[in-house]
């Protein structure tokens, strides 16, 4: 998205993530929730949709109204402002309204005057100057973020009282942002939407395949479904692991009407892990998705241990592993700085622990501790999830439960979950 928009050099944050692994204020962390997913309706098209027809509507009557003489084949005359309207409407119908408005009003300065195109070579400058007094200074990014910070903006584009007080909410002011210019991945969409209406999406490919595809905002489905042929997108996703539920669908129907119709097919059958591990994951996935894997291929393994009491319990357990022929192994965090300090602490033991903590750290193998949020994605040959306790994962909280589902099922033939004092209630039955 940043390259299509132009904006290579922009850095990105996620500070919807940053607030919702980090702050401990559930009434913030569900705001900034609500807010994220706000954003990322696919019904946000028809909000910026609507603004820019608003914009346009007011800045049409703040213009003269334009006449073109043409060389040789005489003058339009001055050009109503309810004919320009009309081709603004007509522009607005479909993506790329800058580049349809000026070939719409090219078309009427050649009807009006039975001239061709070449005789409109002189007049270049006097067309774009009209094209860039309706649609010029409407840059994605500023634009997007006027409208979505100005009450009287989101009210004269149509937008009902309980949205507008969800988007205009700011539960992420904690969260410090980064020097320099930068973009937040929960407003990518909007912006890239912004820019669709004014000048569309470009050329169409052949066909579209999302992986992780419960990570993408209804929103980017609808922009999508302009980028490619109908049918010719396909989405493969757990919604489960949504661990960036907070943009993406609550359901399948979403990314449906998203798409303006889809297939949806299931896969209930569960390869990957073992049976102990399929089953201890599948149960915590439960109580929040009605969507999960309740079958599994029968492979059996190791039952699923539960480690209590001091390090040493942990770093035990990992010796064992290692022992038993266990290459790659994870200690799963719920924070980041937890995993950062695992090395160190566990060095007494002999343990040689690789700490991943940036999203661009490439995994090559061996003992690693890893945030939750980075393990999404990654398969070990055994995994101990650490701090699993209450007091790390809310039982009261979704987005928690989803973390611990995401951690669980980290493992292809061992899992272990670890807690200093008092497992959470979805692990004790494991």
Known sequence: MLSFLGLEKMQVTDRTLTLLLADQN????????????????????????????QELWERLHKVAEPSFDVPGRGSTGPIPRADLWELIEGALSQPGATERFEAGLRELILRRTNASEADLRPLEKDISRVVTSLFGRMLPVSETRRLLGNEALLERAKVAEPLRRT???DPLSAIPLPKGSSVDVTELPAILALRCILHGLGERWDHILLDEAQDFQPLLYRLLAQATRPGQLTALGDLSQGLAGYKGPANWEEVQQALGGADVSFLPMTYRSTAPISEASARIAATYSK?????????????????????????GHVQALQDAGYANIALVTRRTIDAQRLPDALAPFDLDVQAITEPQHRYKGGLVSIPVQYAKGLEFDGCVVMDADPQSYDPGTEYDSRLLYVAASRGLHHLAFYSGGGFHPLVQGA
């Open 26 to 53: 559930n009434a913030r962390r569900a705001s900034a929730w609500k807010r994220a997913k706000a954003l990322g309706r696919a019904s946000i098209y028809d909000l910026i949709h609507e603004h820019v027809r």
């Open 291 to 315: 969507v999960i894997h309740s079958e599994h291929i029968g492979r059996e393994g190791d039952p699923v241990q539960l480690l209590e009491g001091e390090l040493d319990t942990v770093a």
């Open 167 to 169: 988007l205009l909410s």
